[in-house]
């Protein structure tokens, strides 16, 4: 018995295009003219059924032999037609305004469905005083900001001034706490003259 020969690996290749360059080419071009061909006659057929149908709603006007007072009631004719024309007009117009409202609203609360907006995380930027002057302000802004050129200098001996105010301080709290207890309010109560 014949052992089967061991088969070559297949390599992957891109398939052959079965139609040519030249081909495509000349098979987009036709569609263009056919496409072209379409639009013109689907633009002749507007203006066609434009005509037919301004054809049925505007007669043609016959004015020669008519008197004067056939002339204005012809024209109160027309301006009541004209009105009626305006009215549809409008209220088609607030239909199409509400619709695309309506639209609108549902293209948000499509999005809204669709998904959540995640805030992205913010980077801390450490930014001077100078370059955060120079961003708002843009070229208003001239000169450097130190902000340390501006405070207090203190000196040793205003500390130990404090030192000595906070002391007379807790002297102060200590009588009130003392005052605090029944025997103050005692006291307190003598004082008043409540005890007579």
């Not at 987009?28 to 061909?37: G, H, P, S, V, Y």
């Not at 203190?154 to 001034?161: N, P």
């Amino acid at each position: 018995m014949l052992a089967p020969k061991p088969m070559a690996p297949k390599v992957l290749s891109e398939p052959k295009p079965k139609i040519s360059a030249s081909r495509k080419l000349s098979l987009k071009i036709l569609l263009l003219q056919r496409a072209m061909e379409d639009l013109e006659q689907e633009k002749i057929k507007r203006d066609e059924e434009k005509v037919r149908y301004l054809g049925e709603k505007l007669p043609p006007l016959q004015l020669s032999g008519l008197s004067m007072d056939d002339l204005q009631k012809l024209c109160k004719q027309l301006h009541v037609k004209i009105d009626v024309v305006d009215e549809e007009r409008y209220d088609c117009e607030a239909k199409v305004n509400k619709n695309n409202r309506d639209i609108h609203e549902l293209k948000l609360k499509v999005q809204d469905l669709g998904g959540k907006f995640k805030k992205p995380a913010l980077r801390k930027v450490r930014v001077s005083a100078d370059e955060m002057m120079r961003a708002l302000l843009g070229s208003k802004h001239k000169g450097s900001m130190d902000l340390r050129a501006n405070l207090k200098s203190v000196k040793k001996e205003d500390i130990k001034q404090e030192k000595v105010l906070t002391t007379e301080v807790g002297d102060w709290r200590k009588n009130v706490e003392a005052m605090s207890g029944m025997e103050g309010r005692k006291k307190m109560f003598d004082a008043a003259g409540g005890g007579q």
